[in-house]
């Protein structure tokens, strides 16, 4: 017999780990819309609303501001194999895992790649950034916003222009920190930054919005070469090196995207009713709400984890409001206490990887789930799983702890 398996019907979780989280109904209703032609004007249309949605988003002027079909990395892959030719320096700077991801998207794109390293939990200062760029005289930095691994955000606003200054092209992950923390690409003069859906804006995982300046998109069009099916007479092609992907080609995906709408791949329509959905959802709230949201929830999650008698992970001064790390006491076995939680109360936080692996939990609190009920469910549920792993936290503590820092917000404060 053919085993056809049961309907699909996922435990109820609340994800409070470092992402994907749960999604916001709009964004699950958006997605259940009826399928479009992709060049159908009414979709045409939804494909320039989100561009116009993503400026705002990204507090940019930027024309490209547009989706890659793909999960975060994604985009990250399209902005690099589009601008780094082979042979070409970029400069990483590492201070988690997902700058480790930006070297090796940059040596398989052919870079010869320079690292520079920090120690997990602390972020690069402008000088540094700068030393770096005097002494290796990089073409591309690239360089992560927030990282989750870690949970730090790197201040970016003084390395794009360190970057302008020297002639290098600046291009940021801001998967993590986007619609969660300020990104404002263009007072910070960086080029091009990628980011996903299934953190701070609240949306499923396979969608990658990216946005570039004209420095970026003159740089890419140097290397058009289009499909041969598609080749229409008065293509303008470049005399640049051809751009290795043609999935994640910039030159002609913003022909896809443009006047000319010349064909490229076909557009995930459920994901781009998702894109639009998500974005449209932050800026309802209002970007510094949304901001001052994930502040709060920060603010009241650590104040219950430090009344617990936990102590937090990494340079606080640097920490994104949208995830916590948590050094996992001596003597705890922390995939324990995971499954406690997961088991028990249906809430998943995460674990970590590297050198941090076994030694922290990183506690998100990410759109759709940064909300006061999250938190204090969160804060009560990791108190019975470490009272039952041999931790003694003052009961009751944690949960006081980030209600009274809830209260004194106010109680218009979610
Ligand atoms: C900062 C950062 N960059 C990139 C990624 C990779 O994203 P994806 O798994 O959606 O490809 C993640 C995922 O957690 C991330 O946090």
């Known amino acids: 017999m053919t085993e056809t398996f049961a309907d699909l019907n996922p435990p109820p979780r609340v994800l409070m780990g470092p992402g994907p989280v749960g999604i916001d109904p709009r964004v699950l209703r958006a997605m259940s819309m009826p399928m479009l032609g992709q060049f159908d004007p009414a979709f045409t249309a939804y494909m320039n609303e989100t561009m116009e949605l993503l400026r705002q988003l990204y507090r940019t002027r930027n024309r490209w501001s547009i989706l890659i079909d793909g999960t975060a990395r994604a985009g990250a892959e399209?902005?690099?194999?589009?601008?780094?030719?082979?042979?070409?320096?970029?400069?990483v700077p590492v201070f988690g895992r997902f700058g480790h991801l930006l070297a090796e998207i940059s040596s398989r794109c052919g870079a010869d790649v320079v690292t520079i390293e920090r120690e997990w939990g602390t972020v690069f200062t402008p000088e540094e950034i700068e030393a770096a760029i005097r002494k290796h005289r990089p073409r591309v930095l690239a360089i992560v916003h927030g990282d989750t691994s870690t949970t730090m955000?790197?201040?970016?606003?003084?390395?794009?222009?360190?970057?302008r200054e020297n002639d290098v092209i600046a291009y940021a992950d801001a998967t993590a920190s986007l619609g969660g923390m300020e990104v404002a690409i263009d007072a910070w003069q960086i080029d091009a930054v990628s980011a996903g859906l299934q953190k701070c804006l609240s949306g499923p995982p396979g969608s990658?919005?990216?946005?570039?300046?004209?420095?970026?998109?003159?740089?890419?069009?140097?290397?058009?070469?289009?499909?041969?099916?598609?080749r229409a007479p008065g293509i303008v092609e470049g005399d640049g090196p051809r751009i290795a992907s043609n999935y994640f080609d910039l030159a002609m995906l913003m022909d896809y995207w443009g006047e000319s709408r010349l064909n490229h791949h076909t557009e995930a329509t459920s994901m781009l009713y998702a894109a639009r959905e998500?974005?449209?959802?932050?800026?309802?709230?209002?970007?510094?709400?949304?901001?001052?949201?994930?502040r709060l929830a920060s603010a009241a999650l650590t104040a219950g984890l430090?009344?617990?008698?936990?102590?937090?992970?990494?340079?606080?001064?640097h920490k994104m409001p949208n995830v916590t790390g948590v050094i996992i006491p001596p003597?705890?076995?922390?995939?324990?206490?995971?499954?406690?939680?997961?088991?028990?109360?249906?809430?998943?936080?995460?674990t970590s990887f590297g050198p941090l692996h076994g030694r922290i939990w990183r506690i998100g609190t990410m759109g759709y789930v940064c909300r006061k009920e999250n938190v204090l469910h969160c804060l009560a549920a990791?108190?019975?799983?470490l009272r039952r792993a041999g931790f003694k936290a003052h009961a009751g503590a944690g949960v006081d702890a980030a209600l009274a820092v809830y209260h004194k917000a106010g109680p218009a404060r979610r």
Not at 153 to 163: H, R, S, T
């Open 331 to 350: 003597g705890v076995t922390g995939e324990a206490v995971r499954a406690t939680m997961l088991d028990d109360f249906g809430i998943e936080i995460g």
């Open 208 to 230: 990658s919005p990216v946005t570039f300046n004209d420095r970026v998109a003159d740089l890419v069009n140097r290397r058009k070469h289009v499909e041969a099916g598609i």
């Open 153 to 163: 955000a790197q201040p970016l606003a003084d390395i794009g222009p360190i970057c």
């Open 306 to 317: 430090a009344a617990m008698g936990l102590e937090l992970f990494g340079d606080q001064r």
């Open 78 to 91: 399209a902005i690099l194999v589009s601008v780094i030719a082979p042979g070409d320096k970029v400069l």
């Open 278 to 294: 998500a974005v449209r959802v932050v800026l309802a709230e209002g970007l510094d709400a949304c901001f001052a949201r994930h």
């Open 382 to 385: 990791l108190e019975a799983a």
